[in-house]
C-alpha cells in the first residue's frame, strides 16, 4: 500500500487549504484512514481519522469545527479540509491507513504512511 499527500502550501491566518491522500495498492473498503501532523520540535500527533467500520469521525480537540476528513472509496482518496487556519496548525500533514482498526488515531496503529506535505499558516 503506497500514500501520496499533496495539497500543503503557504496560508494567512482564517485561510484554508484542502489536503489530498492518493492511496494505491489495494482498495479502502476495511482501512482505517487519518491525517496527522508534526509541528519542528513537536511529538506527531493525530488531526483527524475514520474508522474501518462505520466511518464515524475522530478529531483532535483543537481542530474541531474547523477540519474535516472525508474519504471516495471508489477514488481511493482522503481528504482533510481546513478551514479557519491558524499559525499553530503550521506543520507538516502526513495521511496514513490501516486495515481493520476500528477505534483509535494514534500514530502507532497505523501500517502505511505518505510522505508529508507542509502547511505554513502566516501573515
Known amino acids: 500500500v503506497q500514500l501520496q499527500a499533496s495539497g500543503g502550501g503557504l496560508v494567512q491566518p482564517g485561510g484554508s487549504l484542502r489536503l489530498s491522500c492518493r492511496i494505491s495498492?489495494?482498495?479502502?473498503?476495511?482501512?482505517?484512514t487519518g491525517w496527522f501532523r508534526q509541528a519542528p520540535g513537536k511529538e506527531r500527533e493525530g488531526v483527524a481519522c475514520l474508522s474501518s467500520t462505520d466511518h464515524s469521525p475522530y478529531y483532535a480537540e483543537s481542530v474541531k469545527g474547523r477540519f474535516t476528513i472525508s474519504r471516495d472509496n471508489a477514488k481511493n482518496m482522503v481528504y482533510l479540509q481546513m478551514n479557519s487556519l491558524k499559525p499553530e496548525d503550521t506543520a507538516s500533514y502526513y495521511c496514513?491507513?490501516?486495515?481493520?482498526?476500528?477505534?483509535?488515531?494514534?500514530?502507532?496503529?497505523?501500517?502505511?504512511w505518505g510522505q508529508g506535505t507542509l502547511v505554513t499558516v502566516s501573515s
Open positions: 495498492g489495494d482498495t479502502l473498503d476495511d482501512y482505517a
Open positions: 496514513a491507513t490501516v486495515v481493520g482498526l476500528t477505534l483509535g488515531c494514534s500514530d502507532y496503529q497505523y501500517d502505511y
